[in-house]
């Protein structure tokens, strides 16, 4: 339950502020992102270049442990093509077990990658939410250093909020996935079906093709609706379940096609800036390849690997720099709205 003492709540905000209608509904989200951005961006983006960096490092330390890892198969894949250039014969190139053991071998670490992915949108999230907050109660913004620090009380909170929403939309988006590929693997062993092409009956591709993406279709309402826990957080949940109820239950009813819209709108922002930023850092895997090339001793297939890596570790790193901090605060400001949309209702929610 979110404790009140002496007309605060329990995070330091004046009950009639978070009553109040804020910067999303009486500007519009967009403009109450924009002004949130204005007069806080050094503090939030200051933020976010330090988690960036942080997630770099890790990321390349994960990266570089699963090539290191499964070194002995991208070595074998060049001496077999070695081999049958020296015999003028074209290289075959990766072998079945060779693209398997990378595989399997690289899977652990690439795995990390998805609780890293789920400690920097909590951190984002949440210190888009302190930002939010500040900017309602009014007074001097703080820099990046001092942000961080009245975010640290809710980073746990906030890490535990992520890794439960995930799992939600994790239960339908998986499902979804092993549909698809049971289709187009045409069955599993001891099962064969007739794969998936543009030669298959209309009512097979529909089957194959409608029910995955009805699940992942779930999934994203899912993930939509539990987008504002995080800010629910810094709002005076105290546990990751009561954070996840307040988010169903503000995101609810008739709000619900607000939040759609709002997480849609939010989602294409997203994607397209990861395709701009990832176009625009393919260049860098020229000269990141030539550098494996000389430390591998002319293995072109580490090489290839690692430039097929680096736009893509890029465009995620700068969309974590430049494009994540709004959407943080377009999800606090989201979340302040269906509050004050709500009354006070959610607060009993949350109680239960």
């Known amino acids: 339950m979110v404790e009140r003492e002496n007309g605060r709540s329990a995070v330091g905000l004046p009950e009639e502020a978070g009553r109040s209608q804020g910067p999303a509904s009486r500007h519009g989200l967009t403009a109450g992102t924009l002004r949130v951005l204005r007069g806080g961006s050094s503090g939030l983006y200051g933020v976010s270049f330090g988690v960036a960096l942080l997630a770099g490092l890790v990321g390349a330390a994960l990266v570089a442990a699963a090539f290191g890892l499964s070194w002995h198969y991208f070595a074998l894949t060049w001496k077999w093509a070695r081999s049958d250039i020296a015999y003028e014969d074209p290289p075959v190139g990766y072998f079945p077990p060779y693209r398997t053991g990378i595989f ?20 984002l999230h949440s210190a888009g939410a302190v930002a939010v907050r500040d900017a309602t109660v009014g007074g001097r913004r703080p820099g990046a250093r001092e942000l961080w620090r009245r975010c640290r009380p809710f980073t746990w909170l906030a890490v535990r909020v992520q890794l439960l929403t995930n799992a939600y939309a994790a239960s339908l988006a998986l499902p979804a996935l092993l549909v698809w590929m049971f ?75 607000r939040v759609f819209g709002v997480g849609l709108l939010l989602a294409a922002l997203v994607v397209a800036a990861f395709w701009a930023l990832s176009r625009a850092a393919a260049p860098l895997a020229h000269p990141v390849g030539l550098a494996v090339l000389w430390l591998t001793h002319d293995n072109p297939y580490a090489a290839g690997a690692v430039m097929e890596v680096v736009p893509v570790a890029a465009g995620l790193l700068l969309l974590t720099a430049l494009v994540l901090p709004p959407v943080g605060v377009a999800l606090a400001l989201l979340h302040r709205e269906l509050r004050a949309a709500d009354g006070g209702s959610e607060a009993a929610a949350v109680s239960r």
């Open 104 to 123: 399997l071998r690289s899977l652990p670490f690439m795995m990390l990658l998805l609780p890293l992915a789920g400690f920097v949108l909590a951190l």
């Open 183 to 257: 289709f187009e693997n045409g069955g599993v062993p001891g099962v064969d079906l007739e794969r998936l092409s543009h030669s298959t009956s209309a009512p097979y591709q529909l089957l194959g093709y409608g029910l995955p993406l009805v699940l992942l279709a779930l999934a994203l309402a899912v993930w939509f609706r539990l987008g504002p826990a995080t800010a629910a957080v810094v709002d005076g949940a105290t546990t990751a379940r009561a954070a996840v109820r307040r988010s169903w239950s503000l995101t609810g009813g008739a709000r619900r096609w």
